[in-house]
Antibody
Framework: QVQLKESGPGLMQPSETLSLTCTVS????????VGWVRQPLGKGLVWMGT???????NYNSAVQSRLSISRDTSKSQVFLKMNSLQPEDTGTYYC????????????WGQGASVTVSS | DIQMTQSPASLSASLGETVTIECLAS??????LAWYQQKPGKSPQLLIY???SLNDGVPSRFSGSGSGTQYSLKINSLQSEDVSIYFC?????????FGAGTKLELK
């Protein structure tokens, strides 16, 4: 079945670069997009960006200058890198399947909690 | 960016009741509207897509409607397992913005 699982460090220092990995199974990255969504503790959801089946990317302009999404299709992994971290980047980061451009997010990972604090 | 205004922010209802959650888009999104359910401590799960299409496995007591800029999620015969936060999301145009969420509790 379709599964996604996020992994990465839980605690980061301000100004550091966050690296998260989303490992997927049950579907192909060459046929489906994978997006990232952030949720600050106790707050709402923010779509950050998506890498599509063809390898192109879309980013939320609010984080575009700091964000990079890439993938390794041979390993079924999608990567999020975000630099210049600030405390307001604290939250849970989810990866989710977004099959085609304009599609909904039809399967989600369990989430990775990230705290940015000195 | 398309703004999604969701109401109410919180809702308290009794078992068996019918509840409705609204979502208003800042411009026409042509039914490209999804609803997600997030149970406490869990990740969001897709309930409804394209405004009124039920995702696989979602109970039929959930339904979606609307068009243009106005959309709603209706839950008939509320069950205890429906206690969750519900989010709408427009998938018409990037950035794919979410509503702020509606917290549904049991009375």
């Amino acid at each position: 079945q379709v599964q996604l699982k996020e992994s990465g460090p839980g605690l980061m220092q301000p100004s550091e670069t966050l690296s998260l990995t989303c490992t997927v199974s049950g579907f192909s990255l060459t046929s489906n997009g994978v997006g990232w969504v952030r949720q600050p503790l106790g707050k709402g959801l923010v779509w950050m960006g998506t890498i599509w089946a063809g390898g192109s990317t879309n980013y939320n302009s609010a984080v575009q200058s700091r964000l990079s999404i890439s993938r390794d299709t041979s390993k079924s992994q999608v990567f999020l890198k975000m630099n210049s971290l600030q405390p307001e980047d604290t939250g849970t980061y989810y990866c989710a399947r977004q099959p085609r451009i304009g599609d909904v997010m039809d399967a989600w990972g369990q989430g990775a909690s990230v705290t940015v604090s000195s | 960016d398309i703004q999604m205004t969701q109401s109410p922010a919180s809702l308290s209802a009794s078992l068996g009741e019918t509840v409705t959650i609204e979502c208003l888009a800042s411009e026409d999104i042509y039914s490209n509207l999804a609803w997600y359910q997030q149970k406490p401590g869990k990740s969001p799960q897709l309930l409804i897509y394209y405004a009124n299409s039920l995702n696989d496995g979602v109970p039929s007591r959930f339904s979606g409607s609307g068009s243009g800029t106005q959309y709603s999620l209706k839950i008939n015969s509320l069950q205890s397992e429906d206690v969750s936060i519900y989010f709408c999301q427009q998938n018409y145009d990037s950035p794919y913005t979410f509503g702020a969420g509606t917290k549904l509790e049991l009375k």
